[in-house]
């Protein structure tokens, strides 16, 4: 059997989590290594024949901020694949032929890295495969290189629409976000909340146990808390913007200080008419308070995540299959 490896970004949970839906599935016909965070990995449910290498990002991520020279050396993989799965990474292409980039953006344009050193691997990787989301796909890499798009990973989970949900998430992911004075203010917000019948589901880094008083829970992210969420505040970071469209949870959107890509994840969700942008943290809540009400709206937004694309990793999949049956890749 041919030998796959993916090595997924450990920043934020979304790239482990649509790399390890990824390794679940190609593991039914090749046999498949994921090198990355051995403890973030452990969140997921893995088959038991794929095999996962501790790959620490931090390091990484030093060099390069510091504008290193020689970052693809930090990927020496004593193991050979026939093929490479890169999430985020481009410097995996550029050390190895036989690889395809799994990606909807690059850190170096993100972080305004752009070096000559980025500059030659692109030059040298341009006509390589990018899979990225057909939506989500930066202007950056657009412009840039041979794109294979696919649909989201993973399922459109409800079939129908349920008016009785009222619950509202805030949430702004794992990574780090620089915290303005109204993601600071959100607790006082909150208890003094004109509506407070409806359930608040609050991220574990802002929640403090003496809102329950107020109804505001801490968020779980399981089926449970899924089940009872009608809209959600976010950060827009493709993960979570995949659990609430599979789940037809209409998206508002928060991105005060944000970085290039949850700006332009933002403009997309608003325009393809399944997310809203806002520029003040009170002003979302407000809005999220009110449609809460709004069942022909918040059904209109279930509708246009149910029609989306799904099962992007079976995409995937395909074209793997494809590049190993025709020789597809530049070598």
């Known amino acids: 059997m041919k030998k796959i490896a993916i090595i997924a970004s450990n920043n934020g949970l979304g790239h482990i989590r649509r790399c390890v839906a990824l390794a679940n599935n190609l593991s039914n016909k090749f046999v498949v290594s994921i090198y990355c965070s051995a403890e973030k990995v452990k969140i997921f449910k893995i088959k038991r024949n794929i095999k996962i290498f501790d790959f620490n990002i931090n390091f990484y991520k030093k060099k390069m901020l510091i504008k290193k020279n020689n970052i693809h050396t930090y990927f020496n993989f004593k193991r050979k694949y026939d093929l490479y799965l890169s999430d985020n990474y481009p410097e995996v292409a550029l050390k190895n032929k036989k690889s395809v980039i799994l990606s909807n953006f690059f850190w170096h344009d993100i972080l305004k890295i752009n070096t ?21 796909c930066s202007k950056y890499i657009k412009k840039r290189f041979k ?30 976000f620089k915290m ?3 993601i600071k203010n959100l607790q006082v917000k909150l208890q003094n909340r ?16 003496t809102l329950n008083a107020h109804n505001v829970l801490e968020a779980k992210y399981d089926k449970e808390m899924y089940s009872k969420i009608a809209v959600a505040i976010i950060k827009p970071g493709l ?25 332009e994840n933002a403009n997309i969700l608003e325009q393809n008419l399944i997310g809203f942008n806002f520029t003040y943290l009170n002003s979302a809540l407000d809005f999220a308070t009110k ?9 209109n937004k279930f509708e246009l995540a149910k029609n989306l694309r799904w099962n992007g990793e079976k995409e995937v999949i395909k074209i793997v299959e494809r590049i190993f049956k025709n020789k597809l890749l530049i070598t």
């Open 116 to 136: 000559n050193y980025y500059k030659k691997i692109e030059k040298k990787i341009s006509n390589r495969p990018i899979i990225p989301n057909y939506l989500f």
């Open 147 to 176: 794109i294979h798009p696919v649909g989201f990973y993973g399922k459109f989970e409800n079939k129908k629409f349920n008016p009785r949900k009222k619950g509202i998430l805030i949430s702004f992911g794992t990574s780090k």
């Open 180 to 182: 303005d004075d109204e």
């Open 194 to 209: 004109p509506n407070k019948q409806l359930p608040i589901y609050l991220e574990p880094t802002l929640y403090s146990k």
């Open 239 to 263: 993960g979570t913007i995949t659990d609430c469209l599979m789940r037809g949870i209409t998206i508002l959107t928060y991105i005060k200080g944000q970085n290039k890509e949850f700006i």
């Open 291 to 299: 449609i809460t009400f709004e069942k022909r709206f918040l059904k």
